[in-house]
């Protein structure tokens, strides 16, 4: 079979040049998690983990995780993707960029490719500055808070607040700004004037450091879903394996908490 069309604009593969060049990729991966394990076998605080996550995710646990990890594993190197929308997690996955997932689920059930351990249950809370008015307050009712400017994530956190709003009869909070950078969002939030949600685990781990804290208020928003994801079948490495027991240990203290919430 040809394997290659050749044309003055280049190289490229046909159908059937294709089929060996995918599942080489399959090759080369376990060919590297060998490499890996020898390397972790001769020194367990050796080897490499590459993780797939989201950015509302990489502000709280998964920084937690490496923190904690890289103490007890100092030679130990951390690869983060950090894809663009949850569902982009999947594909580098499968893709075996990735050798698992450590961030929010699509859906609380696996597909038929993969495994899925649910950590726990996190919930939406909306946060501002430390110094805002509204921690004046001991109970505030959402409707208080539409004319007050927010800023919002276009996916995710962003649109399960606005739903929450309309499933209590209000208009739509007045969103000043959307966006998907959860820095940005962070920042404003923590100028006192700007309103924002997030999940409730990562103003545990790092609502300190964005100056942050929870507002008291109520929103009918339901629970995500924060989990482990790997391909059935793959062995994984063995640095992998001791990143997904420390994260279930950085994770406990939520599932005493039930459903993320902010404990301490």
Known sequence: MRLLDRSRQGVEPTIYGSAPLKWSAT??????????????????????????????????LVPAVINRLSRQCPRMHFTVLQAPLVAEQYRDLRERNTELILGQLVTPTAAEDLDVEILFEDSVVVVAGVNSKWHRRRKI????????????????????VREAFRAKGLALPRETVTSNAIQLNSTLAATDRFLTARL?????????R???????????????????????????????????????????????????????
């Not at 808070?145 to 996916?155: K, N, R």
């Not at 062995?235 to 919430?261: D, L, M, N, Q, W």
Request: charged fraction near 20%; glycine fraction near 12%.
């Open 141 to 160: 009712d959402p409707a208080e808070l539409i004319d007050e400017p927010w800023v919002l994530t276009p996916f995710l956190v962003g649109p399960m």
């Open 200 to 208: 409730a685990s990562n103003v545990r781990l790092s609502g300190k």
């Open 210 to 264: 964005w100056s942050q804290r929870v507002l008291p208020v109520e929103l009918p928003v339901p629970p995500v879903y924060i989990g482990i994801v790997t391909l059935k079948g793959r062995t994984i490495s063995p640095a992998a394996r001791v990143f997904i027991e420390c994260a279930r240990k950085v994770a406990e203290p939520f599932v005493k908490a039930g459903k993320g919430g902010v404990v301490g």
């Open 27 to 60: 090759i080369f991966d376990n060919l590297r998690q060998g490499i890996d394990e020898i390397e972790f076998l001769a020194d367990p605080t050796a080897g490499e983990v590459r993780v797939g996550t989201h950015e509302a995710i990489t502000g709280g």
